[in-house]
């Protein structure tokens, strides 16, 4: 996920008469806001899986802040400012190294089980692309709709027997 400044909060939205900005009333009394998010299922937490996901969703150069775990350790070399810190459960410590990702993660548990009562392992990949979908257009809730078009006229869509038989895999999902 990345994290910003508030001050450098996503510019106007262009639906919205020139100059006016979205009031961004989140960050929960921090002083940055949660910017783009990625979500994937991959299928273990090894290097080569982990590296590879920040090859693909991360820009060379970035400041990545992580967990400590050894995984991340060759983000350097990959050309990212890595930032790892062992919080190792310590709440504080988590908050101010990786702010936003409880609310983030916490928002993402509430949507599953709230409004869609649970989902199944087989269609977890196409919940978190909706998920993400959303929340990287929350600010901008009329520009969502043109993306949706834009992105249905270019992917093939799947079909009923292919959904519910295993054929259809969701953009995304890495499982073998």
Known sequence: MEVRPRKKAPGPDPNL???QRPQHRGGHGRSVIAGRLRLQI???RTQEVLESFVLENVQPGTEVRTDGWTGYEKLEELDYKHIPVAVQGDHAKMDQHLPMIHIVFGNLDAWLLGTHHGVSHKHLQGYLNEFV???????WPLVAFDSILKIAVRVDSPTYAGLYKGAWR?????RG
């Open 17 to 19: 008469p020139s100059g």
């Open 133 to 139: 979908f959303r929340f990287n257009r929350r600010f």
């Open 42 to 44: 991959i299928p273990n």
């Open 170 to 174: 969701h953009p995304g999902d890495r």
